[in-house]
């Protein structure tokens, strides 16, 4: 791989991990202030930004709770992650904190952006190549051994 798509450098972050329950795209909008959206639905993927807790998106999707599959909300510092199960959205809150206490590692990586994804992002123009950092949190379990063991969106970067 080129060092343009992973940084192999693990790192170490204050984080929380918490489980939280559905409350609606306007609560994601206001706790996030700024950041950006990324919402599945059975007929397509739709990309929203969110500016001084206000959601604008390029493509407006159906917002009812009941057709959303996935839900990436994120900015540099958190992600809400929201997926559908049997028993309806499930969801968690990954908040990076700085800080000396509770150290997690994590390892960035830039994902390249193609098809909907990229043609809905407000900022992109044609033939440039945009990317999202993923951040993959690593743990070791009891014998010592490292493995991911969660990961989330950061932003959106043309490289």
């Known amino acids: ?78 992600e809400y992650h929201f997926w559908r199960n049997v028993s309806g959205l499930m969801g968690r809150l990954r908040t990076d904190i700085d800080g000396s206490k509770g150290e997690k590692l994590y390892v960035d990586t830039n994902m390249l952006l193609r098809g909907v994804i990229v043609r809905q992002l407000p900022i992109s123009k044609e033939g440039e190549k945009w990317y999202i950092t993923t951040r993959n949190y690593i743990e070791y379990n009891e014998i010592g051994q490292a493995g991911f063991v969660d990961s989330r969106f950061v932003e959106y970067k043309n490289l």
């Open 1 to 78: 791989m080129s060092d343009k798509t992973t940084a192999y450098q693990a790192k170490e972050i204050n984080t929380s991990h918490e489980p939280i329950t559905w409350s609606g795209l306007d609560t994601l909008a206001s706790d996030l202030k700024n950041g950006h959206l990324l919402l599945w639905q059975y007929h397509g993927v739709f990309v929203g930004s969110i500016t001084n807790g206000k959601i604008s998106w390029q493509k407006t999707p159906e917002t009812n709770a009941k057709h959303i599959e996935r839900i990436r909300a994120f900015n540099e510092s958190k």
